[in-house]
């Protein structure tokens, strides 16, 4: 059963990978199996400070798609061509987290989407969502030179949803974004599953069931 808002939010902030996309840790167990790689590649790849370096310069926007398609490609033993559309093949709509999102929207909460970006091009990975349809708000970390857990970057989206900290909501699957929105009186809500997650966001919010 829902219960009221408290302490009456007026705001939620949406990671888009693993919230608004069906949860990474599955994507990236296809991709591992599509390519023939050992489960656990990806992820030794991405902990590589080579890796984490190009993800950190991708979503900044200081290197393009293609320049990562190389880089991490190298480090997977794999063909780079196409890379980061092949990474993201099963990063399918979360339609319940969707769902919630519309329904706030509906009900007066202000909503936004901050992403990390992956870059546009060649591969969009948000194509076919429509988020600028569905959310107040769409803030890409490449567009701004800014990206989470960086304080500065969710100062910017509180100001564009004009709603101060302590009446927002941070949906996450990362711990550390999460504990940076925490600590600036952002309520945080970690979403692995997309249902619980979904469930949990309508009762902070006292949204009724769909």
């Not at 061509?81 to 993201?88: E, I, K, P, S, T």
């Not at 948000?126 to 569905?134: E, I, K, S």
């Not at 692995?192 to 009724?208: I, N």
């Amino acid at each position: 059963m829902a219960t009221s808002a408290e302490p009456g939010y007026g705001g939620v902030i949406f990671d888009f990978f693993g919230v608004l996309t069906f949860n990474m840790v599955e994507v990236i167990s296809s991709f591992e199996d599509r390519e023939r790689l050992r489960r656990g590649t990806f992820l030794r790849a991405w902990a590589d400070p080579r890796g984490q370096e190009l993800f950190r310069r991708l979503e900044l926007g200081q290197i393009a798609q293609t320049e990562w398609n190389t880089g991490f490609a190298a480090l997977l033993g794999v063909v780079p061509d196409d890379l980061m559309a092949r990474y993201l093949h099963d990063a399918f709509p979360a339609y319940g987290m969707l769902g919630v999102a519309r329904q706030a929207r509906a009900a007066g909460i202000r909503t936004a989407v901050l992403s990390n970006s992956l870059g546009r091009e060649p591969y969009d990975p948000y194509a076919g969502f429509d988020l600028a349809g569905t959310f107040d708000e769409v803030v890409l970390s490449a567009d701004h030179g800014l990206r989470k857990p960086d304080p500065a970057v969710l100062r910017l989206v509180l100001d564009k949803l004009g709603v101060p900290a302590e009446r927002c909501l941070l949906v996450d699957d990362s711990e550390e974004n999460l504990a940076a929105a925490h600590r600036m009186g952002i309520t945080p809500l970690l979403a692995l599953d997309d249902q619980v997650a979904a469930k949990r966001l309508r009762q902070l919010l006292g949204l009724p069931e769909s």
